[in-house]
């Protein structure tokens, strides 16, 4: 029942408080981010150790493309800038529009990225698992990072060339080895407020690090994941994975702050 939602016309993000009433609450995400934000000299650089290639897997959720990491230990995570603990890395995935289409959830000055990929953290510290934390406060941090059509990405080629294997929903397999350092742009000069999940159950439980600088990948690489399916092998329908994003929410006087 709670997987009736999804992004088309009977259950996209327009309806999805009538079963997630936080849909409509005060700290919902994406946001826009206003041209004019002010820096915090107290914000310190922001952390990535992802030293250990901890990835597992690869899956479709029927809502994205998913790449799982081992968040047994602290092999992966990240720390510093507007957090207080270190935060494990539990998996990445990515939004993306239609063909010459918007396809970002966050935006900057009311302009759309083609795509937008998301490294969600947990916070080990406070809680006990990650089904804790993603309903807690403090308890997720997810770094956004925005994708712009350019060259072909360097590195990016190495999860095109898996989705064949999860094309469909449910469908899941190895994917050993992957480090998501190789999709991290020169720059890790942010923007940081305090949101939710951008997917039902929508809990408002996430520190938003999105980062200034995109990364350029090539539309042929992006036909690729418009490759993917919404739907399951066995469903009668065929749905074509594209627009799974949901638009900004009401800032609702929040605070942004910028790490620069
Ligand atoms: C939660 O919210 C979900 C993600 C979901 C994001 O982090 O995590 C879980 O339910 C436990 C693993 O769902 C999954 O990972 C299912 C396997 O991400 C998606 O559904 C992909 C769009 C939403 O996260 S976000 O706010 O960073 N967009
Ligand atoms: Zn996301």
Redesign the pocket.
């Known amino acids: 029942k709670g997987n009736h939602w999804g992004y088309g016309k009977e259950n996209g993000p327009d309806l999805w408080h009538t079963h997630y009433p936080v849909a409509q609450g005060s700290r919902q ?1 994406p946001i826009d981010i206003p041209r004019q934000v002010s820096h915090d000299p107290s914000l310190g650089p922001i952390v990535l150790d992802y030293d250990h290639c901890t990835s597992i897997s690869i ?1 479709n ?4 493309v ?1 790449v ?1 990491f081992d968040d047994t230990d602290e092999r992966s995570v990240i720390h510093g800038g507007p957090l207080e603990n270190p935060y494990r890395l ?2 990445f ?3 993306w529009g239609g063909k010459g289409c918007d396809g970002s ?1 966050h935006t900057v000055a009311g302009n759309s990225y083609a795509s937008e990929l ?1 490294l ?1 953290h947990w916070n080990a510290v406070k809680y006990t698992s ?2 804790h934390a ?1 309903a807690a406060p403090e308890g ?1 941090a ?1 770094v ?1 990072i925005f994708l712009e059509t350019g060259d072909d990405h360097r590195w990016l080629h190495t999860i095109t060339d898996a989705m064949y294997m999860v094309k469909y929903k449910g469908s899941i397999t190895d994917f050993k080895g992957f480090n998501p350092k190789c999709l991290l742009p020169s720059s890790l000069h942010y923007w940081t407020y305090l949101g ?4 039902p ?1 929508l ?1 408002e439980s ?1 520190t938003w690090i999105l980062l200034k600088d995109p990364i350029a990948v090539s539309e042929k690489q992006l036909g690729k994941f418009r490759l993917l399916q919404f739907t399951g092998e066995e469903e009668d329908q065929r749905l074509r994975m594209e627009n ?1 994003f ?1 638009p900004p929410q009401p800032l609702k006087g929040r605070r942004i702050r910028s790490s620069n």
């Open positions: 995400s899956s959720n029927g809502h994205s998913v799982n539990k998996q995935h990515f939004h959830e998301h969600v990650f089904d993603a997720l997810v956004g939710s999940l951008t997917t159950p809990h996430v799974n949901r």
